[in-house]
């Protein structure tokens, strides 16, 4: 079983909202440092955003989603959080989680990694 567990991907219409969810299991939950990556049909994958462990109060974001999309997490659900806004067909991706030790870790691509979820966005 993945210890990461994506949900709430799916088709949206241009200019639409999406969030997607990223379940972990609640051991030390707090203490990594979680992110998001995609990979948009026939390119490399590519980082998203990433926020700090215990209350996440240091976030990254790639310049493509700035402004648009906001990660959080709810170390009491032990989830992370992608909320979307005004999505584009170019956001259209398979989106997976991921998670570090450290932002850095995460921003690296060298974490822990779930199986990915779709997202579709339509023009």
């Known amino acids: 079983q993945a210890p990461l567990v994506e949900s709430g991907g799916g088709l949206v219409q241009a200019g639409g909202s999406l969030r997607l969810s990223c379940s972990a299991p609640?051991?030390?939950?707090?203490?990594?440092?979680m992110g998001w990556f995609r990979q948009p049909p026939g390119k490399e994958r590519e980082f998203v955003a990433a926020?700090?462990?215990?209350?996440?109060?240091?976030?990254l974001y790639a310049d493509s989603v700035k402004g648009r999309f906001t990660i959080s997490r709810d170390n009491e659900k032990n989830t992370m959080y992608l909320q979307m806004n005004s999505l584009k067909p170019e956001d259209t991706a398979v989106y997976t989680c991921?998670?570090?030790?450290?932002?850095?870790?995460?921003?690296?691509?060298?974490?822990?990694w779930g199986q990915g979820i779709q997202v579709t966005v339509s023009s």
């Open positions: 991921t998670r570090g030790d450290t932002v850095h870790i995460v921003r690296t691509g060298a974490g822990q």
């Open positions: 609640p051991q030390s939950f707090s203490d990594w440092a």
């Open positions: 926020i700090n462990w215990g209350n996440g109060g240091r976030s």
